[in-house]
């Protein structure tokens, strides 16, 4: 069964950093680019930034200069590190793969399962 499993997060100061990761497990082969959304209380989810298979990267203005994303292809594992953390940074983070190469074949629009991030005043 493929699952994009997210760790990291938690609970850190303003000013703070953390680093999530975003792992593909399963019988699977690569990773296309893949997405990294916030979704706060009472929001709908925003894409926040995102990466190609080929490592580039692009990022909303509110992240821009403080949000890295980068990827290892071997791993099929992609990471968020974000640092000078803000309150309204606080949500739960998604990663998102549009295209998972498997052995029985691509899958399309693929979740992590989320995970909170709370950014203390």
């Known amino acids: 069964q493929v699952q994009l499993v997210q760790s990291g997060g938690g609970l850190v100061q303003a000013g703070g950093s953390l680093r999530l990761s975003c792992a593909a497990s399963?019988?699977?082969?690569?990773?296309?680019?893949v997405g990294w959304y916030r979704e706060a209380a009472g929001n709908r989810r925003e894409l926040i930034g995102g990466i190609t298979s080929g490592g580039s990267t692009n990022y909303d203005d509110s992240v821009k200069g403080r949000f890295t994303i980068s990827r290892d292809n071997a791993k099929n594992t992609v990471w968020l590190q974000m640092n000078s953390l803000k309150p309204e940074d606080t949500g739960v983070y998604y990663c998102?793969?549009?295209?998972?190469?498997?052995?029985?074949?691509?899958?399309?629009?693929?979740w992590g399962q989320g995970t909170q991030v709370t950014v203390s005043s």
């Open positions: 399963g019988s699977i082969s690569s990773i296309n680019a």
């Open positions: 998102n793969a549009d295209r998972i190469e498997t052995m029985s074949g691509p899958l399309y629009d693929y």
